[in-house]
């Protein structure tokens, strides 16, 4: 291995996604060793076992309790070792993350990893080169304490373009505009900016933006000109969801029930919504929207409030309030679907959906009379709760693939899948019915 050429023996350093595998390797060879300070990136993560193992010989006062060097002080003798940095990974690994603060009370410090006394330490040393930066935190430390990280990244990264926080508490008083930034995420946020001015202020070049579980939200905006990709998920705090973004291509959008949600996104051509409650929601008309999801707590109600939509190729329609088979009525009909989305050439409902469709006491629910004219694929997935409805829904469908053969139907699939405990099994009965020569097959086969 001695003869292999140094830029092999660094190529393989970098194939390694963990800084601690890469320190395990400089023991092991003097070379590895050598050209480690040539590596570009860092990537440090705390397990579980080892915040248990710290804290059990923390309890120990026995002087035969093996030291555990603290966490920081490992990551800031990697920063120290590096020439220069492009990337930095620091957090925790997601079962410690999952650990509540009511699971554990810890007062310390040694895993707080967006304290600011902490990242003055090192990011002044990384941040002329920084082009990605993620800090998981341990929310247990972090969620009462405050954070500076925001400022102090804007103060010193300009030419950082891809920034990721997770868990922890974000102040932004004395933010700086960042330019150069294109990609955030926040993740599991408490943000002291109500209604995301100076996300607006400070990052106008975004182009990926995700908010998921970002809290201290009154009537948040957003509005970015460059915006083409976001993943919006937000508790039913905020009563009023904006969001303005003229180039935006794709969009994921989780809320509980807004009194009030505006979406102006004339790019729009993939749509993710989900949400319990529609009462109040109005839909603009989306000219260029190709792919769109829908999830409701009555997905008849949410459909019904879109306008005439003829550009929508591909429609997955899912539904909250049937999980458990159909109870109740409904008044969600395939023949009133095809009547606001009358172009759709692929179409998925999923097993809640489904049961909603059963739900509908209207015999002539299951014909399609309108629009339909350029369905190729039928895709639906089955609660097995009463056979003899189910499989009367499905032979409602299929005989409508025999009789018009003109409709240019392809291919119709019925999966019939089981619940149990909240969670879909994974194997499905499978139907697939070709239209071209009425040939049915019926087979099992696992889907995930």
Request: glycine residues 4%; positive net charge.
């Amino acid at each position: 291995m001695d003869k292999l050429p140094q830029a092999l023996i660094l190529e393989i350093l970098s194939r390694l996604n963990d800084s601690a595998d890469v320190a395990r390797c400089r023991l092991a060879w003097k070379t590895f060793d050598a050209l480690s300070s040539d590596l570009r990136s860092i990537n440090l993560q705390c397990s579980l076992e080892r915040y248990i193992r710290s804290r059990s010989r923390a309890s120990d006062s026995s002087s035969s309790a093996q030291i555990t060097i603290p966490f920081k002080r490992i990551f800031l003798n990697l920063v120290s070792n590096l020439r220069v940095v492009d990337s930095v990974r620091i957090g925790t690994e997601k079962p410690l993350r999952d650990v509540s603060y009511d699971d554990v009370e810890d007062e310390a410090d040694d895993l707080y990893l967006t304290d600011g006394n902490f990242v003055k330490e090192w990011l002044p040393r990384v941040s002329g080169e920084l082009k990605s930066l993620s800090v998981s935190d341990f929310w247990v430390q972090s969620c009462w304490r405050r954070s500076n990280l925001l400022p102090l990244v804007s103060a010193y990264c300009h030419n950082l373009l891809k920034l990721e926080v997770k868990n922890a508490w974000l102040s932004v008083d004395n933010l700086n505009p960042m330019p150069n930034l294109t990609s955030l995420t926040l993740e599991f946020i408490r943000l002291d900016d109500d209604n995301l001015n100076e996300l607006n202020r400070c990052f106008p070049s975004l182009q990926v933006l995700n908010l998921i579980g970002v809290g201290g939200l009154k009537l948040p905006t957003i509005h970015l000109p460059n915006l083409k990709t976001c993943h919006w998920a937000v508790s039913n705090a905020p009563s009023s969801l904006s969001l303005i973004a003229p180039n935006l291509i794709t969009l994921r959008l989780e809320c509980v029930r807004p009194t009030a949600l505006y979406v102006e996104a004339p790019m729009l051509a993939h749509f993710h919504l989900a949400l319990d409650h529609a009462d109040t929601f109005v839909v603009r008309r989306f000219e260029n929207l190709k792919t769109l999801w829908l999830e409701c707590l009555y997905i008849g109600s949410l459909c019904f409030k879109f306008p005439l939509t003829i550009s929508v190729e591909h429609l997955t329609v899912d539904s909250r309030k049937w999980a458990k088979g159909a109870a109740g009525y409904s008044n969600f009909t395939l023949d009133k679907l095809f009547t606001v989305f009358p172009t759709v050439s692929s179409l998925c409902i999923n097993p809640s959906a489904w049961s909603e469709l059963e739900a509908c006491y209207d015999p002539d629910g299951w014909e399609i009379r309108r629009g339909r004219r350029g369905l190729k694929t039928f895709r639906a997935y089955l609660l097995l709760v009463d056979p003899l409805l189910t499989f009367s829904s499905v032979a409602s469908v299929v005989n409508q693939c025999k009789v018009h053969e003109l409709l240019a139907w392809t291919r119709v699939e019925m999966g019939i899948v089981e619940r149990r405990n909240g969670r879909f099994l994974d194997n499905r009965s499978y139907i697939r019915f070709n239209a071209t020569n009425h040939d049915m097959i019926h087979r099992r086969r696992k889907y995930w």
